[in-house]
Structures are given as structure tokens and as C-alpha cells.
């Protein structure tokens, strides 16, 4: 008989708020997402002086990582087999529009590199392996939407395959003033089974 694999634990991150499990973990009553998200940083003691210089959207998967990825007791001296797996609709918009600001005025041509660098979705995956000591599989996928199934099917491969003990994924998403998070740690432990049906259920906890 297979193996069996189960959402150990799971992180929403929306309308300025913060859950883990389900349960409400950090709120704050200011609606714009860059005062939002350094007040969440510095409440969860986010310990990591390269966020304050992130784009938008690495911040927001960033920070809903380093909050599963703590719960989990990671030793940060070590390597770990932590795959990720996460996907969006937007892609990295947000901070596209911000760097062709940058270079749209011809009389004040200045375009940065700080900003370019972020000009992919993907990077976001990069910091959080920075932090964690990541070295495994990764992948970042557009969608029109969040699509459960085609992240499940994903993740069984990787876990079946040998090619990560455990697979960090789900949906991070940004587009202006718009913001969502959904993060799931997926593994041999736990109590909610890894399916379809269970990440949908669990996507649709935090939607109002």
C-alpha cells in the first residue's frame, strides 16, 4: 500500500489579517498593505532585515512561509528537502508597473535594479529558500485562478518520486491594493488528508 501525505498545517493571509489553522493569529485595522505588512513582520518577530527591502509580493509569500516554516521547528543550520510549489494570477505585476515607471519618463530615465530583480513571481520562492535553507524543487504557476487540483497533482509527484520530504505550496497573490495569501505545509504527518476536496475546503475558510 502507498503512502499516504496530509496538510500539517496551513496560513491565510488577507483583508489585513493573519490565520494559521484557522485560527486568527495577528489583525491590524489599517487596510493599506505596506503598513500592514511591516506591523505583521514586526509582530511575528520576523526576524530577516532583507524583507523591508522585498517587493510587495515576496513579502506576502515571504512572511506566510516564515510563519509555517517556524511552526515547523526547522533547525536553520541545516539543509532541508522542502520543496515549493506556488501560483497566482497576477504574475508580478504589481512590481512590474513600479519599474516601467521607472523608465517610462525620458527626462528622469532611472530604472533600478533593485526593483528589476523582482520583475519575476518566482523570486519570492528565492527568499524563502535563503532564510530556511532550502535547496530542493520549486516551481511557480499563473493561473486564472486557484486551482487545487493541479497543485495536488504536483505535489504527489514530488512526494512520490522521493523528490522532497515535504512541499511547501499554494496561492500568493498581488495586484495593486488586492492581496491574498493561502500557504499549506504538505507531509507524511498530520490530520487533514492531502486532497483536492481538502484544499479547496480549507482555500474557502478565510474568503470572506
Not at 527591502?53 to 521547528?73: E, P, Q, Y
Not at 497576477?90 to 512590481?95: F, N, Q, R
Not at 504527518?189 to 481538502?198: D, L, M, R, Y
Request: aromatic content about 12%; hydrophobic content about 35%; charged content about 20%.
Amino acid at each position: 500500500m502507498g503512502k499516504t501525505y496530509h496538510i500539517s498545517s496551513y496560513c491565510h493571509i488577507k483583508n489585513s489579517s493573519i490565520s494559521v489553522d484557522g485560527k486568527l493569529l495577528f489583525s491590524s485595522s489599517n487596510q493599506e498593505f505596506q503598513s500592514f505588512i511591516k506591523s505583521a513582520a514586526q509582530h511575528l518577530n520576523t526576524k530577516y532585515p532583507k524583507f523591508y527591502k522585498m517587493d510587495n509580493l515576496s513579502k506576502l509569500a515571504f512572511l506566510a512561509a516564515d510563519i509555517l516554516l517556524k511552526s515547523a521547528k526547522l533547525d536553520s543550520n541545516k539543509e532541508h528537502n522542502i520543496a515549493i510549489i506556488l501560483s497566482n494570477k497576477a504574475s508580478s505585476l504589481d512590481t512590474d508597473r513600479a519599474y516601467q515607471s521607472s523608465i517610462s519618463d525620458s527626462e528622469n530615465f532611472f530604472p533600478s535594479p533593485s526593483v528589476f530583480v523582482y520583475t519575476l513571481p518566482n523570486i519570492c520562492i528565492g527568499e524563502i529558500s535563503i532564510k530556511h535553507q532550502l535547496h530542493s524543487e520549486n516551481c511557480f504557476f499563473i493561473f486564472d485562478s486557484f486551482n487545487a487540483d493541479h497543485l495536488w497533482i504536483n505535489v504527489q509527484s514530488l512526494l512520490k518520486q522521493q523528490k522532497a520530504e515535504k512541499v511547501l505550496c499554494g496561492w500568493v497573490d498581488l495586484d495593486d491594493k488586492n492581496y491574498e495569501a493561502f500557504l499549506y505545509l504538505v507531509e507524511e504527518n498530520g490530520i487533514i488528508a492531502h486532497s483536492p476536496k481538502e484544499i479547496k475546503r480549507l482555500y474557502k475558510t478565510w474568503q470572506n
